[in-house]
């Protein structure tokens, strides 16, 4: 019949019929495939010896090409992060020998990380991985199903960053 979701809709539809849950039918249903999805990254991330957030910053010094470098502050915007919190898994990061740091030629004061070649091959493996995970997850979706959903879950999301 339904699964977890459309049960807990329908009892929320029951308790509450004055009230339109159809919204709740999305919402929950992102919710719990989030929760699912991430499970399984970190899965497949820690069988290569990677947390998520490590492949956070790597992934975003790969993505920018060659030479494979941002500013720090440039790299805690591409990720999200605080300046403190970017210096700190910079640090960790750097212990692992993954990426490197020096100063930026343009302005003393700036700081450029860059990938190291152990760096770019951990990440590079990781990417492989998390494609064909993410192959795997929408597998049950054709092309079509799965543009549709990406353009419906992108309308979602921009109308919450406006």
């Known amino acids: 019949m339904g699964d977890r979701i459309d049960n807990l ?3 929320w539809a029951g308790e509450r019929p004055d009230l339109d849950s159809s919204a709740l ?6 919710q719990e495939l989030a929760k699912l999805l ?3 990254e970190d899965s497949r991330l820690a069988e290569l010896g990677l947390k998520m957030w490590e ?4 992934s975003a010094l790969r993505r920018q090409g060659e030479p494979f470098a941002l500013l720090a502050s440039k790299l805690a915007k591409e990720t999200l992060l605080s300046s403190g919190a970017i210096t700190n898994r910079v640090d960790r990061l750097e212990n692992r020998a993954l990426v490197i740091r020096h100063e930026s030629p343009d302005d ?5 990380i860059k990938l190291t070649i152990a760096g770019m091959q951990l990440v590079d493996r990781a990417l492989e991985s998390r ?6 997850q929408v597998a049950r979706l054709n ?3 799965r543009s549709s959903l990406a353009e419906g879950l992108r309308k979602v ?3 919450l960053q406006a």
């Open 131 to 136: 494609l064909a995970l993410a192959d795997e």
């Open 108 to 112: 003393r004061r700036g700081v450029v």
């Open 157 to 159: 999301s921009d109308s």
């Open 38 to 40: 991430r499970r399984d």
């Open 143 to 145: 092309t079509a199903e």
């Open 9 to 11: 809709v329908g009892q």
């Open 25 to 30: 039918d999305v919402v929950a249903r992102v």
């Open 55 to 58: 492949y956070d910053v790597l």
